[in-house]
């Protein structure tokens, strides 16, 4: 089982789509038993908070459910529980790394690195712009389980 944890400042918008994004794609291609997806936060500023609306109302127009999501925090505990920590920014990494103690097993990343695309997933937080999050955080998802599936096939 590929075990990924998506990681955002508040884990209201852009972690929790991507989450609920891959979870809708990995079920779609009946694989969701090969996969354990969440999403928390680097931050405690929105800890217990439901999905943001803006992030809730692009699930909604894709009728994937966050039901029942609620922001929680990452922990250092964590790196062992999961092979890969996803950011959708660099400080989201910088943040990651700082709690973890450093990155020995390379599992921290962002997310549209899998897309070849080396910047961030702006924050609609600042930006109000959920539609061009969710275009990053889909191109990003898609591309990282392609390349999963690759790696899962070469096993």
Known sequence: MIKIM???HGN???SPMAEFLLKD????KGDSANFLIKSS???SEELGNP???GTRGVLDRLNISCAGKRAVKLSAKDYDSYDYFIGMDGANVSNMKRLFGGD???KVSMLLDYAGESRDVA???WTGDFEQTYLDVKKGVESLYEQLKKVANKK
Do not use: M, Q
Not at 25 to 28: A, D, M, N, R, S
């Open 6 to 8: 998506f990681v955002c």
């Open 12 to 14: 209201i918008c852009r």
């Open 25 to 28: 794609l990995v079920e779609k």
């Open 41 to 43: 936060a680097t931050s």
């Open 51 to 53: 999905v943001h609306n």
């Open 104 to 106: 020995a097993k390379g």
């Open 123 to 125: 924050d609609p937080w």
